[in-house]
């Protein structure tokens, strides 16, 4: 089975969540379950193309730079690899939200 580029890109980016799901977990001490079956879900949805799928969860990973954006330039020596992260999570968001390929994968599937 090949994936369309669409179907493709908007996997990455859900891998990229799970991926920063099990990494901050490690960082963290412990990986949080929840922020895992989140991630987990989110790709689920964006390999399928759930309809709208993209800009949920574009939006979610803009919220989330948005939220942390003030502690980590205040902090920025020690938290250079979180605002790095942050600006990750931006450049994924506007991919799912602007991206034709993206856009059409997560139009053409009613599910």
Known sequence: M???RGQLLATAVGGYMILKAII???IG???NLISLLVAVAATVCLFFGVKW???VVGIVLVAL???HFVENVTHLPQNLIYLIEGLMDVGGGVLLAF???IRRHCKSNNI
């Open 99 to 101: 991206l034709p390929d």
């Open 24 to 26: 901050n977990g490690i």
């Open 29 to 31: 001490g412990g990986i």
């Open 65 to 67: 730079f948005c939220t």
């Open 2 to 4: 090949k994936m369309e």
């Open 53 to 55: 799928s993209n800009i």
